[in-house]
């Protein structure tokens, strides 16, 4: 694989397609399904808001593993971590969806990983959760624990 090529996997059949770095943002097909796989996705660069309504379009079937940052906004350490995970949605385009969910506004998704502490940061691939950390933590820390997914 070169270096501007990506891994993409299919929303449909979910299997990993290779895609040229030059044919990001067009649509492509899955070389085992034959679904169309819109990779405007590998474009995202900053997080991405996640509800209750939304959480199965935009993380179970992501292309990307899912880092999703479970915050509320009158959570301080939360707040402090916002720019980390902007960061972190720059540096990892195409790689991995960063994401954030407001917990007091989602119980749902919250009540399904037993969110009971902010921030909690998951790591999700295909909506099953991987890993799991509490708290504000350094930028290096997330980023040795998503090592294993990028």
């Given at each position: 694989?070169?270096?501007n090529d ?53 993380v179970e ?69 991987k890993d ?19």
């Amino acid at each position: 694989m070169k270096k501007n090529d990506y891994l993409f996997r299919c929303p449909e059949c979910g299997t990993r397609n290779k895609v040229p770095g030059d044919k990001i943002g067009v649509h492509a097909t899955c070389g085992k399904c034959k679904a169309v796989m819109n990779t405007i996705e590998l474009l995202e660069d900053k997080p991405v808001t996640v509800t209750d309504a939304d959480f199965h379009v935009t993380v179970e079937k992501s292309p990307l593993p899912v880092l999703l940052d479970c915050w509320a906004p009158w959570c301080g350490p939360c707040k402090m971590m916002g720019p980390v995970f902007d960061e972190l949605a720059r540096e990892w385009k195409g790689k991995v969806r960063v994401c954030k969910i407001n917990v007091d506004e989602n119980p749902i998704i919250s009540g399904r990983f037993q969110v009971q502490s902010i921030p909690t940061i998951l790591i999700l691939d295909r909506g099953i959760q991987k890993d799991l950390m509490i708290g504000a933590l350094p930028k290096q820390q997330i980023m040795a624990k998503m090592a294993s997914y990028l």
